[in-house]
């Protein structure tokens, strides 16, 4: 589907607000791409994220799942409103064994209050993609209330 | 509801397990009773779990659920089993504003295959609890496949 | 959790709302309680209403499910509000075996303009009441647009 | 994604178990296409479908996407197989305003037990699509229990 976006700024409304959340730091999230309805973030294999089998957890993997929805709702939002996760529901298909975690969303519906997001997270093994957990999420679109002026102080 | 263990080591094997996910201990949390069909979980705050207004992060606090929700269906199974979450949904309800993530699980159906659980996450803030999120996850039990014969090399 | 409701006239409105889906007459559904944040819904075995193997079909399962949650959150709306499910999550747990499918739905968030629900859907063989089915649903309020004046002509 | 049957017989197989559900007949639904991985399954508008404002009920929207998920799976189980839907997740997108709905499936994965399924339900109004729904399930294929043995009696 292709969506217009109401923020020309939409780009660098979702960077501002990927770099913000430091739990993308300790995992190393990478934002990758961003486009109208779309957002790609990567998280490299590393052994702090791996569950009892040494695979990434699937925390991560609903991390991934769940950041990139939220960001690719995020980028049809208007300038001066904020997103927030209402749910989503994850499908871990396979172990997620290999050396980077890529995840992809692109919106489904962007309506006046919720917006829903379908979720892809891939798996790279030995450079091979494989689909390791799909989601779908609802997103809430708060108006007047700026991404930036929620820090928590 | 009231379970009885197939494992006498049903403590054991969850602790073991859970001692072995790195992921937990880059977030700090803590196994805080494990009981038939029943699993709990704390993180206290960091700003390193944050999101992008200084509240635990939606990945930090569906990792709590998943995790909960996966031991609490461990404790149930047969000595030489893993287990794997095959799907789970979960409602954000009130954002993770405080000092501790507390997660529950309990399980609703122990089945031959399958295991159904229901999670509640809370967040406590200056000694107060609120319901912060819930979800409801299938689970699958993996046979004659001992959870620590798993290792990823 | 206890909930009190915003119009004095919650358990007319809900009756009324019930009675003009004329989907519940077709399913031979019966509203059995009704309260503040809670509601419960029986539908009789009958051979139309079965899957392959002769069991109550999933359709009428989940039918059950959203409509004990739509109006156990709509007892809690204000007088001039409707109410719409956005999205729900159902376990089949065991086949719909028997006489009689009983639904019941409690309100978990009754959030402003979201309200999260939890339902379970019993199946009653020779007597017997067995869990069938588990749902965790999201539910948005419509305000001042009364449910009645939605009628498609 | 191409999927190629285990069964040669996997059309017919959908088709008499599709025909063995009754509630099927009572909501007059038409089994329109069978491919290996993917089902499509038409209901045109009845006013005894309605919900209280006088479109398609959720339950019938809902039973059309896991019916055509169901389906899918079945399409590529083996010959000696039965499916059960574990559990599905539903977005309600747009009211069921219209004179059809056509329910979609899609296999994502169809792993040794379990099977995972996306489907779309479309409401046609005025002979113009619009997508009305959005679901993900989880199937389960039990082996060596032919579908038509299961039958009730």
Redesign the interface.
């Known amino acids: 589907m292709k969506f217009t976006p109401k923020s020309a700024n939409y780009k660098k409304k979702v960077e501002e607000?990927?770099h913000?959340?430091?739990?993308m730091?300790?995992?190393n999230a990478k934002l990758v791409d961003v486009q109208p309805g779309y957002c790609e973030i990567h998280v490299p294999y590393d052994?702090?994220?791996?569950?009892?089998?040494?695979?990434f957890?699937?925390?991560?993997i609903?991390?991934?799942a769940?950041?990139t929805a939220?960001y690719a709702g995020f980028s049809l939002m208007e300038e001066n409103s904020?997103v927030?996760?209402?749910?989503?529901?994850?499908?871990?298909?396979?172990?997620g064994?290999g050396e980077l975690l890529i995840g992809k969303s692109n919106i489904?519906?962007n309506?006046k209050?919720?917006t829903?997001c379908?979720s892809e997270v891939f798996i790279v093994k030995d450079g091979k993609e494989k689909?390791c957990a799909?989601?779908?999420t609802?997103l809430?679109e708060l108006k007047n209330s700026p991404?930036?002026n929620?820090?928590?102080?």
């Open positions: 607000s990927f913000r959340q430091k739990f730091k300790l995992i052994v702090n994220l791996t569950q009892q089998h040494g695979f957890h699937a925390g991560v609903s991390t991934v769940d950041n939220g904020s927030l996760t209402v749910e989503f529901k994850l499908n871990l298909m396979s172990p064994d489904l519906k309506g209050t919720l829903i379908r689909l799909a989601a779908q609802t809430i991404d930036k929620l820090i928590n102080k």
